[in-house]
């Protein structure tokens, strides 16, 4: 189970078929919508703005839903192993997963492709300025996972097939 990031949903996971995800309202526990699951669920994490959830399931996949409509947004697949978590960045950029295999496999959720991975440990949640915490090999590692939100392609007018070296990235992103 999960709290909105307001407190005023509760997001759980009915684990016995028919598998789904329910969201409920924190004050009265009265249903406010039921996402069906292809397959039991792991565990379910809110976006920042209470506008997705991630369940990561027992077939290996993450399905992302839209919480206002129920309709699935995306399926991130590349996992292989139980024991499947996903947490949301604070800016909700970036959807952060790992299983029992100890990669942590980083996401656009919204885009819903595959962003970085880091080899080995086991992530926690992220923390409020955007760094995750990393168990690797009995040690921690703290990691800071900025996404770029804009990305810009130039092509020259004049001959498109121009090739661009040594890129740079502009004082503050």
Request: glycine share 10%; charged share 20%.
């Amino acid at each position: 189970m999960a709290f909105r990031k307001d407190g005023a949903q509760i997001a759980l996971l009915n684990t016995e078929k028919p598998w789904a995800c329910l969201i409920l309202e924190s004050d009265t526990g009265k249903i406010v919508r039921s996402i069906p699951l292809p397959t039991c669920a792991e565990s379910v994490a809110w976006s920042p703005d209470g506008g997705t959830l991630a369940t990561p399931c027992y077939d290996f996949k993450i399905y992302l839903w839209d919480t206002a409509t129920g309709t699935r947004k995306a399926v991130l697949t590349g996992h292989s192993n139980l024991g499947l978590r996903a947490a949301f960045d604070p800016s909700g950029a970036l959807l952060a997963s790992n299983d029992f295999d100890g990669r942590l496999r980083t996401w656009d959720p919204v885009l819903g492709g595959s962003w970085a991975n880091l080899n080995g440990g086991m992530a926690s949640d992220f923390s409020t300025d955007g760094r995750i915490a990393l168990s690797l090999a009995g040690k921690l590692a703290l990691y800071q996972l900025d996404p770029a939100l804009e990305y810009r392609s130039f092509v020259h007018a004049a001959s498109p097939s121009l090739n661009y070296g040594r890129p740079s990235i502009q004082a503050g992103g």
